[in-house]
C-alpha cells in the first residue's frame, strides 16, 4: 500500500513527467555545459563516458529480459509475468537505475552542475515511480513481495 498517486489509471502523469524531466536534463547539459576546464573537466568526462556505459548495459538488459511486458507505465499489464532473470535476478528496476547512469553520465559529460543537479531530483523522482509501481505489482503478483526482498531497487550491491 502506498500513498503515491496514481496519476492516471496506469500511471501516465508518471511517464509525462519523466519525459519533462529528461527533457530538462539534455538541454542543461547542452546549454549550462563546460562549468569546468582543465584536469577535472577530461576525468569528469571519462567518468561520464564510464557511467553512461554502464547505464546503457543496465537499460539495455532490463528492456531485453522484459521482452513483451515491456510498458512505460508503472501499472502492469493484466497478463504480464513476473521477470526474474536477467538484469531483474540483481535488480527489481534496471531501466531506471540505467536512466539514473545515464542522467549522472550525461551530466558528467557536459560538464553541467545544472543537469547533475536535475539528474539527483530524476533520481529521486524514480525512487518515488518505483514505489509506486511496486504497490500495483504487490497487487498484481503474489510473488512480488517476496522477490523484493532479496533484490535492491536500482543498482546492484547498492540501492
Do not use: N
Not at 509525462?16 to 577535472?40: C, K, N, P, S, Y
Not at 545515464?102 to 545544472?114: E, I, K, Q, V, Y
Amino acid at each position: 500500500m502506498t500513498r503515491l498517486p496514481s496519476l492516471g489509471p496506469r500511471g501516465e502523469g508518471w511517464v509525462a513527467l519523466q519525459v519533462v524531466l529528461f527533457a530538462l536534463i539534455v538541454v542543461a547539459g547542452l546549454v549550462g555545459a563546460e562549468a569546468w576546464d582543465g584536469t577535472l573537466a577530461v576525468a569528469t568526462f571519462l567518468a561520464g563516458l564510464v557511467l553512461m556505459a554502464a547505464g546503457l548495459l543496465l537499460l539495455g538488459t532490463g528492456l531485453l529480459a522484459l521482452g513483451r511486458d515491456l510498458t512505460p507505465m508503472p501499472r502492469p499489464r493484466a497478463q504480464a509475468q513476473l521477470v526474474q532473470s536477467g538484469a531483474y535476478a540483481r535488480v527489481r528496476h534496471p531501466i531506471y537505475g540505467g536512466i539514473i547512469a545515464l542522467a549522472f553520465g550525461w551530466g558528467l559529460l557536459a560538464a553541467s552542475p545544472a543537469a547533475l543537479v536535475l539528474s539527483a531530483v530524476l533520481a529521486g523522482f524514480f525512487d518515488l515511480k518505483s514505489r509506486r509501481e511496486e504497490a500495483w505489482l504487490v497487487e498484481h503478483d503474489d510473488g512480488y513481495a517476496h522477490y523484493m526482498l532479496r533484490t535492491r531497487r536500482f543498482f546492484p550491491r547498492l540501492y
